[in-house]
């Protein structure tokens, strides 16, 4: 049978390439501002004659007027400065290449053009007009700001409606419908009602105008300031990697590692779906990256279709909390908390690390009760020297990126770095890379793939200021606060993980994450928890509602691919991820988990208080030590009960009591964990001697 050749591109698709490729060049210009500036200091003192003889008011005048200096500075006032480029040219560009690139034909690629012309007028017009009045202190609306607030907000509407679905549209469609209509609803409402006034449309109008387009609000909020500043380099780092055809190679070496255990296809998926989060960061485009090329693999093993798909969604959303790429949430964190993010990165380690661990022993406890052994020697591709050579395309640049994160405050410039160093080790490491097309390919795909990301942070911004400038989240605030002021802390932080799972189930991490914030703003010294330990609580429950049913989207992305019900699908991904569901309440009892790894690597300083974060100087590596045993303890017992499985088939009795033994050694007092931890370890000693059904594995090796 012949293949299919692909259609040629249209004229409108090779304009979308060419705009993807402007914005990646325009995103990496931003983020070397740094090496720029390091670049001008070690030229300078070069070509300048007698350099050294030159007072040090000379040597300023040369750094700041020379040829490379003056260019830097004419940059720094005309470019680098200017809010309206900064964020104005990044969603300009965007809209377009996401219209553009479509490949209807007809009245849809009118309506395509059409959407890319409004785009260009929309926010060409402000992004020229902000840069313009930089310098003033009140801007003054004018009739096109009216206009264009209402055009812009609608475009960026139907867009997200035609790449993101309903759900998320008809929530910020609520919320502005909430705006202009806060003051009919009953005061017996609470939040809703209670407290809200009533305005007219024409100030409400003004007012949206004014702090949603004339001023850097709305969709030139807090979520795209954080993403055109530090995230979008990032997003490029993951696309070029992923274009230089490591993906194959990726699956070798995942398969090299964990093919030999048992269960050994699975575990495959879920090496290989982490290392490639540690690169894209985001589970649904993880999912479909790497599902595959992993769950036909699964499924050829023995496990059922759902448990495949399953695995994928399981292990592809922990990407989002594996270091050092950890998606634009903790990015968002960063930002809001007000810390350095290699402090993050380093918080991450441990969860991430544990929540892998579960996901490993699930499926391992699975393949057992199925019967299902290591990968068969001919399916473990040996490694090759050539193999060997290319894995380096992982090592180098992740190497590269997380060294510049944790020696240099600017995180645009370690991206940066991190960018070069994929690129040199892709194009050294992969002959199909040393081509013009190829680069061209991967360049134009970092651009789609950023402007992806725009479009649906926008929308977040949108959303987060309506909440704000409609009252409704100072409301909610005051609310939570009085409902949590007395309340157990255990209880509060059940209602917020509730509600970052429900929020999370149709949008995505960041939008939940900045509504949860919000709703905790004014709370967060009653909850009595470090705003840090606060803030990674609620991303990790916003990330795992990607895995919650009845909407777990990267389940819901894994299903189809495995030929399995997204339902079942769901809910066998859920169980797998269960871990991700218990970390977070651990590591706010236990915050030596978060912490005191920070403090060993001098990342905190000992003895200086930052409200943000807890002092690793009253933790102790007892602390660590104990959290980390409880762990290990917690989840096997946890895992395995709800299998049903270890050695052998666990009676009912054994299965509860494990669940107990599991959740009791995780309690933060010695009267309840050690104990447990006693009949954990009887548990697990004596299931050998109960005499469950043995797995099919081991009756076939006797």
Do not use: C
Request: positive net charge; charged residues 10%.
């Amino acid at each position: 049978m012949a293949t299919q050749t692909p259609e040629p591109k249209t004229w409108n698709q090779h304009a979308a390439d060419v705009l993807a490729i402007m914005f990646v060049f325009f995103v990496l210009l931003f983020a070397m501002q740094g090496v720029i500036l390091d670049f001008v200091k070690w030229i300078t003192p070069i070509i300048t004659p007698d350099w050294d003889e030159l007072s040090r008011r000379d040597q300023r005048v040369a750094l700041k007027e020379g040829i490379f200096g003056g260019t830097f500075q004419w940059l720094k006032v005309y470019v680098f400065s200017k809010t309206g480029l900064q964020l104005g040219v990044p969603l300009m560009l965007s809209f377009m290449v996401i219209v553009l690139a479509e490949a209807g034909r007809g009245r849809m690629r009118l309506l395509n053009i059409f959407l890319a012309a409004a785009a260009l007028v929309i926010f060409g017009y402000w992004t020229i007009t902000v840069a313009y009045r930089d310098s003033q202190l009140i801007p003054t609306a004018r009739a096109f700001d009216y206009l264009f607030v209402v055009l812009g907000t609608a475009l960026t509407l139907f867009l997200s409606r035609r790449y993101f679905g309903w759900f998320i549209t008809g929530f910020a469609l609520f919320w502005i419908f909430y705006l202009f209509a806060k003051g009919y609803f009953p005061e017996f409402i609470p939040v809703f009602g209670e407290g809200a006034y009533n305005e007219s449309p024409r100030k409400n109008m003004v007012a949206v105008t004014r702090e949603m387009w004339l001023y850097t609000g709305g969709l030139f909020g807090a979520p795209l300031q954080v993403v055109t500043r530090n995230v979008l380099v990032f997003i490029i780092f993951g696309a070029i990697l992923m274009s230089s055809g490591a993906g194959g190679l990726l699956m070798k070496v995942a398969n090299n590692i964990t093919g030999r255990f048992v269960g050994g296809a699975a575990h495959g998926a879920v090496t290989s779906s982490a290392l490639f989060g540690t690169l894209s960061g985001a589970a649904i485009s993880n999912v479909v990256s790497t599902g595959m090329l992993t769950i036909p693999v699964i499924k050829r093993a023995g496990f059922k279709p759902s448990f495949a798909g399953a695995v994928e969604a399981a292990a592809s959303t922990g990407g989002q909390v594996v270091p050092p790429v950890m998606g634009v949430v903790a990015f968002f964190v960063a930002s809001e908390v007000g810390v350095a993010y290699n402090i993050i990165m380093v918080a991450a380690i441990f969860p991430a690390i544990f929540y892998y661990f579960g996901v490993f022993l699930t499926v391992y406890f699975e393949a057992r009760k199925q019967g299902i052994g290591p990968l068969p020697k001919e399916m473990i591709e040996r490694m090759s020297r050539i193999d060997w050579m290319q894995s380096l395309v992982f090592v180098v640049p992740l190497t590269v990126l997380t060294y510049y994160l944790f020696t240099q405050p600017s995180i645009s410039r370690a991206g940066f770095y991190g960018v070069v160093a994929a690129f040199a080790t892709s194009f050294i490491l992969f002959r199909n890379f040393r081509s013009w097309k190829a680069i061209y390919g991967a360049l134009a795909l970092a651009g789609k793939m950023s402007a992806q990301i725009i479009i649906i942070v926008a929308l977040i911004g949108l959303i987060v200021g309506l909440l704000t400038y409609s009252g409704f989240a100072g409301r909610l605030a005051l609310f939570i606060t009085e409902v949590s002021s007395g309340a157990p802390l255990f209880a509060v932080l059940v209602v917020v993980a509730f509600g970052a799972i429900v929020l999370g189930m149709g949008l995505p991490p960041g939008a939940t994450y900045f509504i949860i914030v919000i709703a905790l703003s004014s709370g967060i010294e009653t909850v009595n928890v470090a705003p840090l330990t606060l803030h990674l609580f609620v991303v990790f429950f916003a990330v795992m509602s990607t895995v919650t049913p009845p909407v777990a989207l990267a389940a819901f992305a894994a299903a189809p691919i495995a030929g399995a019900d997204p339902m079942r699908t769901g809910m066998q991904a859920s169980r797998l991820a269960v871990v991700g569901f218990i970390i977070p309440f651990v590591f706010v009892y236990h915050p030596a988990l978060l912490y005191k790894l920070q403090g060993a690597m001098g990342l905190i300083d000992s003895g200086k208080t930052n409200p943000a974060l807890v002092d690793p100087v009253t933790l102790t590596f007892i602390d660590l030590g104990w959290v980390l045993l409880a762990l290990v303890v917690g989840i096997t017992m946890i895992t395995s009960a709800l299998i049903g499985f270890e050695k052998n088939r666990l009676f009912t009795w054994e299965r509860v009591l494990r669940l107990i033994a599991g959740f009791a050694v995780l309690v933060p007092n010695f009267a309840i964990a050690l104990p447990a931890l006693g009949l954990a370890v009887a548990l697990f000693v004596g299931h050998r001697f109960v005499g469950g059904t043995p797995s099919a594995i081991d009756t076939a090796k006797a």
